[in-house]
């Protein structure tokens, strides 16, 4: 798929609609006992020669979700005028991207984790060659998932765990250097499938 026909198909598939319900992730295992909170993720696509997907690997230090992958974003604040907002304002905080730099095409379907968010994945596109600047406090480095890897059907795998008891299932995709899983797998998921239902 040629970056043209790739950004045209993210189109289709952010203007699709997604009928409102989100999805829950593998590690809902009962009712949230508080409202979630709203959180919104920038989806990057990155329309180079190869595309590829945008990923950032946290900071060790951070509170939550230390040394994890994922996509830029975090909670939508009262003063953000939606998602997008959201999600525009946490990479340019997270890893420096202007916001003119970045095509925003539309959201995936709401993904619910259990830690008690509810995200909205912002599916966008961006040149090649972006020069970046990383937040030293939250973002170790970045690295780019080529879409090849996001269109394979066999790539992604399902993972168990034993954790306080119960047996945990997740989604991971596969890195030489990083671990991709939990909201941010599922999330690639999605998207994977979306792309794959109009590849003829």
Do not use: C
Request: glycine share 8%; aromatic share 6%; net charge negative.
């Amino acid at each position: 798929m040629t970056p043209a026909a790739l950004r045209m198909r993210l189109a289709e598939i952010a203007a699709e609609p997604h009928g409102g319900e989100p999805i829950f992730g593998d590690e809902v295992l009962a009712g949230l006992n508080r409202p979630p909170v709203p959180a919104a993720v920038l989806v990057p696509v990155v329309l180079g020669e190869e595309p590829s997907v945008l990923l950032t690997k946290r900071t060790s230090h951070l509170t939550k979700h230390a040394g994890q992958i994922s996509f830029p974003g975090g909670r939508i604040d009262p003063t953000d005028s939606g998602p997008e907002a959201a999600a525009l304002r946490e990479a340019q905080e997270e890893i420096g991207l202007d916001a003119d730099s970045v095509e925003v095409l539309g959201r995936l379907a709401d993904h619910l984790t259990g830690t008690g968010y509810r995200i909205t994945p912002v599916l966008a596109v961006l040149p090649p060659a972006l020069t970046y600047q990383l937040s030293p406090h939250e973002v170790d480095s970045i690295f780019e998932l080529p879409m090849r890897v996001v269109m394979d059907p066999g790539a992604p795998r399902r993972q168990r765990q034993h954790v306080s008891g119960v047996w945990r299932e997740y989604w991971v995709w596969p890195h030489p250097e990083h671990f991709i899983w939990g909201a941010t797998a599922a999330i690639l998921v999605q998207l994977a499938q979306r792309l794959r239902e109009g590849v003829v």
